[in-house]
Nanobody, 113 residues
Framework: EVQLVESGGGLVQPGGSLRLSCVAS????????MSWVRQAPGKGLEWVSG???????TYPNSLKGRFTISRDNAKNTLYLQLNSLKIDDTAMYFC???????RGQGTQVTVSS
């Protein structure tokens, strides 16, 4: 059974940083493409970043330079470093196994002064 457990969210002021983690189990993490997606209140899912099994990252142009995705295949863990956070980054953040579109329960990021 595919399991994805996110953590690391919280309340942060604008300009602050957070590091999200996602521990994966139940599948071959090291050979799986992974992504982070988010959903803001009242909005649809937005793709935030993706990473190949070998660690090559991709980002939407709107988020390049502020977010960094990485992975540790030995620990079956996916990461997302969020820097220079803005109020508009407030959302539930999910990690996703791209094949099969599996998502975890999410971790809430709230950016507020």
């Amino acid at each position: 059974e595919v399991q994805l457990v996110e953590s690391g969210g919280g309340l942060v002021q604008p300009g602050g940083s957070l590091r999200l983690s996602c521990v994966a189990s139940g599948f071959a993490f090291g050979t799986s493409a992974m992504s982070w997606v988010r959903q803001a209140p009242g909005k649809g899912l937005e793709w935030v970043s993706g990473i190949s099994p070998s660690g090559s990252p991709t980002y939407p142009n709107s988020l390049k330079g502020r977010f960094t995705i990485s992975r540790d295949n030995a620990k079956n863990t996916l990461y997302l470093q969020l820097n220079s956070l803005k109020i508009d980054d407030t959302a539930m953040y999910f990690c996703r196994k791209d094949a099969g579109n599996y998502r975890g329960q999410g971790t809430q990021v709230t950016v507020s002064s």
